[in-house]
């Protein structure tokens, strides 16, 4: 069962855009990761950040995590047209030893 | 070496054939999973191996038998599948963690995209 919602489910836009994508989940967490999937590939880990960091950044990656609104935030800056894939939260969650994945958010950069 | 490989790419099967889906790492990690992913939906998880012993079944039909040989190695073994089981099968590797066993970061494999007639 899935423990992250994110939205939008979808996103499209042009190349040199800003996309950002939200992850939302309910219960208290251990960290929090963000994956791409390229269409029917497997799935790249981007970045983890745990329950007591606030932000990361890696490339034109910028994760953010506010744990007193349970969600996250991946901001991908100055898009290509090769960022286009799906991306996907997941949650480590308190309660549990695994890890869930959120529906994910299917982006399109059109060049 | 961070690269996990899975064989086949492609299987397509009969509902009365058996087949494996292999699965294999060499980074140390000592965590081993399989997903199920369904088109535009995530991966669901269905077993997790933790120094070769199955740590995780999610309530997966016994048509799917997990098998881990070795630390480097994951096997699914598949019998009397369904259509409705076609699907991408994942396999992933991690190193367990202190909190939260295996939530640390998961190295996904290419996937065998499954087709069941």
């Known amino acids: 069962s899935q423990q992250g919602e994110e939205d939008p489910q979808a996103l499209s836009i042009q190349e040199g855009e800003n996309a950002t994508m939200n992850c939302s989940y309910k219960t208290s967490i251990n960290n929090l990761q963000w994956y791409r999937q390229n269409s029917g590939r497997g799935l790249v880990h981007l970045i983890l950040i745990r329950s007591n960091e606030r932000e990361k950044h890696s490339g034109r990656l910028r994760v953010t995590l506010d744990t007193s609104k349970k969600s996250s935030s991946l901001l991908i800056t100055a898009s290509r047209a090769a960022d286009t894939a799906s991306y996907f939260c997941a949650i480590g969650s308190y309660n549990n030893n695994d890890m869930r994945f959120g529906a994910g958010t299917r982006l399109t950069v059109k060049p | 070496d961070t690269e996990v490989t899975q064989t086949p790419k492609h299987l397509v099967m009969g509902m009365t054939n058996k087949k494996s889906l292999k699965c294999e790492q060499h980074?140390?990690?000592?965590?081993m999973y399989w997903y199920k992913q369904k088109a535009k939906k995530p991966p669901e998880l269905m077993f997790v191996?933790?120094?070769?012993?199955?740590?995780i079944n999610e309530s997966v039909p016994s048509r799917f038998s997990p098998e881990c040989p070795n630390s480097s190695l994951l096997n699914l073994h598949l019998h009397a599948l369904q259509p409705e089981d076609s699907a991408l099968y994942l396999c992933a590797s991690s190193m367990p963690g202190l909190a939260g066993e295996y939530q640390e970061t998961q190295y996904f494999g290419p996937g065998t995209r499954l087709l069941v007639l």
């Open positions: 191996y933790s120094y070769e012993k199955l740590s």
């Open positions: 980074m140390g990690h000592r965590a």
